[in-house]
């Protein structure tokens, strides 16, 4: 059974870091870019992160460049989400995904994601 399993949310200082992971399993893993997607109260679904199955990493929207790194371990079939220099509004549950594909694409879309996890709650206080 395919499983995504994130940890690490947490209550944390603006300025503060963070690093959130997904523990994958049921299928496999180094064959598929798998990604974040976080949810704000009151917003939509919004794409972070992704990382190919090669390894290529993508941060899609401005406010997280520079700030958030994605990276992956295949051997242990996690993937890392690194958060640095922390905002309030960086504050969401964080979702990891497994995209239908190896690429990220273009852009980050619900429509291509596979598989979701239940969510991590981040909360970064002012």
């Known amino acids: 059974q395919l499983q995504l399993v994130e940890s690490g949310g947490d209550l944390v200082q603006s300025g503060g870091s963070l690093r959130l992971s997904c523990a994958a399993s049921?299928?496999?893993?180094?064959?598929?870019?798998i990604g974040w997607f976080r949810q704000a109260p009151g917003k939509e679904r919004e794409g972070v992160s992704c990382?190919?199955?090669?390894?290529?990493?993508?941060n899609y929207p401005d406010s997280v460049k520079g700030r958030f790194t994605i990276s992956r371990d295949n051997a242990k079939n996690t993937v890392f989400l690194q958060m640095n220099s922390l905002k309030p509004e960086d504050t969401a549950v964080y979702y990891c995904?497994?995209?239908?594909?190896?690429?990220?694409?273009?852009?980050?879309?619900?429509?291509?994601?596979?598989?979701w996890g239940q969510g991590t709650q981040v909360t970064v206080s002012s």
């Open positions: 990382i190919s199955s090669s390894g290529v990493r993508i």
């Open positions: 995904v497994m995209f239908r594909s190896n690429h990220c694409g273009s852009e980050l879309s619900t429509t291509r994601v596979g598989s």
């Open positions: 049921g299928f496999t893993f180094s064959e598929y870019a």
